[in-house]
């Protein structure tokens, strides 16, 4: 399918000052933090009879003077902190080493040219250039860096026409969600003068003179990253013309949460619309573009997921479903007669999770995980003649997309040890070849990524990834960093980290386990860890740091446990649920007040993940019984905690941290710091800057490693 519409696979008044700590505390095993006093005020909710307490509750309006004063003062104590451990700057020297090399995405092509995006190694932002041929001369086409001297305005392509000629793309300042889609003429590089507004969660799915494409609403003053964003909305935009004059393709008036998005076919016969009511389950509906006729339901309700391949012709399209079949499966469907009984199965469901398929060069393209790894399989649009993709080794590969008449495609291939690779694969002969490979100042081949499985509280098999140099001791004294998702069927499998580099050359451990609630295995492995059954996924997370204590990897004073988003509430309900657990706790922007989480911006998108407080007296008890907000309890040590955010997250909006921070420096007993880090002009993560990432990355390493008491190698006199 042409130009997906990209689906979402997503406070405070300081009442004292804070004393930055002094060069002598800094030689001490422990500091000593005066954090800023937090005012409570009496505010109450009352859940199906249940009263409960959100004294914190005046920290969510992120406007407020108060709350802008609190941050201030609470990043200060931070900063105070993290300037005192004394190999703080000689681990991000070694990190900037290390990450200064160029990198490169793979190639995409539109008529006889080639984009790709690169960075020399240390720009804020990768630039996309763009080539005539894949022998031509690359030529910068967009540089956000010129754009924005801070760094901080992310740009990404988002739809080719038809014909080639233009390309729109999307701008996003800040790290937030919204953005602005403008166009671009390609051959001459020319900027259009459109401009559209109020973008969220979209592409830009090109027909005839213009694109289809989705936004909210323009929101009230103030509240552009705190407010309930509804109403969200596909139309069509014609190039030339000012927003105002778009046309409304679909709106839902009667369900104003719904997020709507889709795309083109190919061959631009048909638009696939899906309607999400959150982030699990959307229905499909298609609209023939000839006709310019009604919307027509080919799978209806919320509870399955089926998205589109490939139109055939004729009204016979290719659908990736999981419709009778969790680990998913691929179907032909009339749309001119779609009942079930109508189906053609072309690719079986099996064992493993089929998690993409994709189409190039008039091939269709299988991407499977087997126990978290990828495996591609290559077909013809019938299901016949399959051929695996022989990739280098175990890890994760994506790509092989392009248009019918395309004989060159690309993907990439990384592992915990392999660096992002790109490669050409011939369509005609089924060859790879390698195109472009990093070179990084380290020698992979000093460690070791394995597989193993172990046992959760219910005795349910996980599998978790580990590595490590060679030849490590395993004499639980090894500093070890536990990260983790569990949930949105999202699935974590191995990849390269530069900044991982940094725990790796100091002896230390990572590890990352395969959660429920993920989408590793499946459906059926996605619904064991949500909804009622979400604290399967924090009983998961605490037996694999068990397993990692009794195989002698480390131990509960080594130990940091860490999670970003749905991972950070997966660090936050540990934390709360086992103190003991771990030394340190890295919750980043995380979702830790879950009673008001659909209050939110895009929150209430979660709700088919987590509940709500506010549906059933089930609901809510499950979700205030894991809340981690609400579970921390006066006068408990707690492990040595750095939560982190943003001022620009309008995904999770940092008063979750906000909140959790302070009410964790109420109740906290004992002299582990409990810190609260918050990143000015970030935002969820996507589009950070690289010189905010080197930041973010050498403090998060000199936190674990002084509180686990763990030597650094690079440490200077």
């Not at 709350?67 to 902190?81: D, I, R, S």
């Not at 540089?143 to 996003?172: C, F, M, Q």
Request: proline share 4%; charged share 25%.
């Amino acid at each position: 399918m042409k130009n997906f519409l990209l689906i979402f696979s997503a406070l405070f008044i300081l009442a004292g000052c804070a004393e930055k700590t002094t060069g002598e505390a800094a030689k001490n095993p422990t500091m000593t933090l005066d954090y800023p006093e937090t005012k409570k005020v009496d505010t109450t909710d009352t859940y199906f009879g249940t009263v409960v307490k959100d004294e914190y509750r005046w920290l969510e309006d992120d406007n407020a003077d108060d709350t802008k004063a609190w941050v201030k003062a609470q990043n200060e104590v931070t900063f105070g902190y993290l300037e005192n451990i004394p190999y703080r700057d000689a681990i991000r020297d070694r990190y900037e080493e290390i990450f200064n090399y160029p990198k490169l995405s793979s190639p995409f092509k539109a008529g006889d040219y080639y984009f790709f995006y690169k960075n020399d190694g240390l720009q804020n932002q990768s630039v996309i250039y763009v080539q005539k041929g894949l022998d031509g001369e690359p030529e910068v086409f967009i540089d956000p860096n010129a754009i924005n001297a801070e760094g901080t305005t992310s740009i990404n392509l988002i739809g080719i026409s038809d014909d080639n000629k233009y390309v729109a793309y999307a701008r996003s300042d800040g790290g937030s969600d919204w953005s602005k889609i403008y166009v671009k003429e390609i051959a001459t590089k020319r900027e259009l003068e459109d401009e559209l507004n109020w973008v969220k969660f979209s592409g830009a799915a090109w027909y005839n003179d213009g694109f289809f494409y989705s936004r909210y609403p323009a929101p009230a003053k103030g509240e552009e990253l705190s407010g309930n964003n509804q109403y969200h909305s596909v139309y069509y935009h014609k190039l030339g013309d000012d927003q105002s004059e778009d046309k409304l393709i679909y709106r839902d008036d009667e369900n104003p949460n719904i997020y709507h998005f889709g795309g083109t076919t190919e061959d631009e016969k048909y638009f696939i619309l899906y309607k999400q009511p959150g982030t699990d389950g959307f229905a499909t509906y298609v609209k023939d573009l000839d006709k310019d006729g009604d919307f027509q339901e080919l799978f209806g309700g919320y509870t399955n997921k089926t998205s589109a391949v490939k139109h055939l012709g004729g009204g016979k399209m290719l659908f990736l479903t999981n419709i009778d079949a969790p680990n998913y499966r691929l179907i032909e469907v009339d749309v001119n007669n779609p009942a079930k009984e109508n189906w053609k199965e072309i690719i079986p469901e099996t064992d493993n999770l089929l998690q993409s398929v994709s189409t190039g060069g008039g091939q269709l393209f299988a991407d499977y995980l087997e126990k978290a790894t990828t495996r591609i399989y290559r077909y013809n649009y019938d299901g016949t003649d399959k051929r695996a993709i022989e990739l280098p080794g175990l890890g994760s590969a994506g790509g092989f997309g392009g248009k019918e008449e395309d004989k060159m495609l690309f993907y990439s291939f990384t592992s915990f040890t392999y660096p992002n690779t790109i490669f050409k694969y011939n369509v005609e002969t089924g060859k790879s070849e390698q195109f472009y490979k990093a070179e990084l100042k380290y020698n992979p081949e000093d460690y070791v990524e394995k597989q193993v499985t172990y046992n959760s509280k219910d005795g349910t098999p996980v599998t978790m990834f580990i590595v490590h140099k060679k030849g490590l001791e395993m004499n639980g004294q090894n500093p070890t960093y536990l990260y983790a998702y569990g949930g949105f069927n999202v699935s974590l499998s191995p990849s390269f980290s530069t900044s991982r580099l940094v725990l790796l050359e100091n002896g230390g451990v990572f590890a990352m386990p395969n959660l429920r609630g993920g989408g590793e295995y499946g459906e059926e492995w996605h619904q064991g860890g949500m909804l009622l059954k979400k604290q399967n996924v924090f009983d998961d997370f605490i037996a694999a740091a068990e397993y990692l204590k009794k195989e002698g990897y480390t131990s509960a004073e080594k130990l940091a446990i860490a999670g970003g988003s749905n991972g950070g509430l997966l660090v936050g309900a540990t934390m709360a649920q086992r103190p003991d657990l771990a030394a340190v706790a890295f919750p980043a922007v995380g979702v830790m007040d879950m009673l008001r989480y659909h209050k939110f911006t895009v929150g209430k998108g979660w709700i088919p993940e987590y509940g709500s407080s506010e549906a059933t007296e089930a609901d809510f008890k499950n979700l205030y019984g894991y809340s981690p907000l609400h579970n921390l309890k006066e006068g408990t040590e707690y492990p040595a905690t750095m939560v982190t955010t943003a001022d620009h997250d309008d995904r999770v909006v940092p008063a979750h941290s906000f909140k959790f921070a302070a009410k964790l420096q109420e109740v906290h007993a004992g002299e582990n710091p409990v810190l609260i880090r918050v990143a000015v002009d970030a935002g969820h993560g996507a589009g950070k800057p690289v010189s905010m990432i080197l930041d973010e990355e050498a403090d998060r390493w000199a936190f674990m490693f002084w509180n686990t008491n763990s030597p650094v190698k690079y440490e200077k006199d």
